[in-house]
């Protein structure tokens, strides 16, 4: 079989990913530097119990401080007992599998390049036109208001917008409730972004991580942080790797059953004058199966513009963060290749 080179081959619907191709192009090929390691070591994330957040107020002081030791060392941890019930993140697992298994031409009903559009279906980061591609395939969609934006997402398969929308709602729920005790870890209580959270975007970002013949030479997505406050994470399987800040090396996150990650946002890195770090993580791949990735995604409203907060602002901490919007990431990310290892929060940091 001839080998494809061109990058420009490669445009939705007519991915190496989705085609299934026994090879991996040469435009998907990683630099050797940055390659996975086959065996990686798995990260040591510490685990929430976040039931315990109601079994009165010494049980969640503790919480509380678990969480900002967290949020402090990795901007990562898993929760458990946190009352979402095991059919609905069954479900939409399940529904996600289904929608990525549709026909093509189902599925390109969504397709746009156009990373400002409220639902759409594409490949890898900027489909054929960047200079190195990643085996993904996504569907991304705006959840909230849930009854604005549930029409306009798949009506294929026929569950979708009852699974995921079900999905969605409690995954708001607790995105809400995780905020609350973050901010409270802060010292800024747990009321202190209610209002703006309550208003505030939530994307969904359905990822889909077919077999990949030669794992070892591609990625599913390069090292990047989410632009969010925060974002919950559900996954079918193992794949997400975090990046470990004091030595440099990549971590498996383990997968756990009916746990969900958390991971910390360039927003929440802003409002915590980088007390609270957003972490730097990627997807890597595997021979053997389609691994399925949920990302609910919580942020500021679209023109909402997220700053430090006064009260973590002193002499000794001076502020190191420009505020910043959804809007303005988005603009970024239109302008700027994400594999090229640019980054959003470097944008904002300010040199004092």
């Given at each position: 079989m ?27 090929v990683i ?34 401080k678990?969480?900002g ?6 901007g ?12 609905i ?7 996600a ?8 031409e ?28 990643y085996?993904?395939?996504i569907?991304?969609?705006?959840a ?22 079900k999905?969605c ?7 809400l409730?995780v905020?609350?005790?973050i ?6 209580g747990?009321?202190?972004l209610?209002n703006?959270m ?10 889909c ?6 794992p ?17 994470v ?5 794949g997400?790797?975090i ?9 498996m ?7 969900l990650?958390v ?5 929440l890195?802003?409002l ?26 919580h942020?500021l ?14 002499e ?24 090229e ?12």
């Amino acid at each position: 079989m001839q080998k494809e080179e061109s990058s420009s081959s490669f445009s939705t619907g007519k991915s190496a990913q989705e085609g299934a191709l026994p090879y991996v192009p040469d435009c998907y090929v990683i630099p050797s530097s940055h390659r996975p390691d086959m065996a990686p070591e798995a990260a040591y994330v510490p685990i929430i119990d976040f039931g315990r957040l109601n079994e009165g107020r010494e049980q969640r002081s503790m919480v509380i401080k678990e969480i900002g030791n967290a949020c402090s060392r990795l901007g990562f941890f898993q929760i458990v007992n946190h009352g979402i019930c095991q059919s609905i993140l069954d479900g939409a697992l399940s529904t996600a599998f289904d929608f990525f298994k549709l026909p093509s031409e189902e599925k390109m009903k969504f397709m746009s390049g156009d990373v400002h559009r409220p639902v759409r279906y594409s490949t890898s980061l900027k489909d054929g036109i960047d200079e190195i591609q990643y085996w993904r395939v996504i569907l991304k969609h705006y959840a909230h208001p849930l009854d604005h934006w549930i029409d306009f997402w798949p009506k294929n398969p026929p569950n979708y917008r009852e699974n995921m929308g079900k999905y969605c709602t409690e995954q708001r729920k607790l995105a809400l409730e995780v905020m609350s005790a973050i901010t409270e870890s802060l010292g800024l209580g747990p009321k202190y972004l209610v209002n703006k959270m309550d208003e505030g975007m939530q994307v969904m970002a359905v990822n889909c991580y077919p077999p990949c013949p030669q794992p070892d030479i591609a990625l599913g997505l390069p090292p990047h942080s989410d632009y969010t406050c925060l974002t919950i994470v559900l996954q079918s399987s193992q794949g997400l790797e975090i990046l470990d800040t004091e030595d440099g090396s990549w971590k498996m996150v383990p997968k756990m059953q009916s746990a969900l990650q958390v991971h910390v946002g360039d927003q929440l890195e802003v409002l915590s004058n980088g007390r609270y770090k957003s972490v730097v993580h990627r997807a890597i791949l595997n021979r053997g199966s389609t691994r399925i990735s949920l990302a609910s995604l919580h942020s500021l409203g679209m023109d909402e513009k997220m700053e430090t907060a006064k009260e973590l602002v002193d002499e000794k901490n001076p502020k190191g963060y420009k505020e910043s919007s959804f809007r303005d990431f988005l603009n970024f990310l239109s302008k700027n290749d994400l594999a090229e290892g640019k980054s959003f929060i470097d944008t904002l940091k300010i040199k004092n």
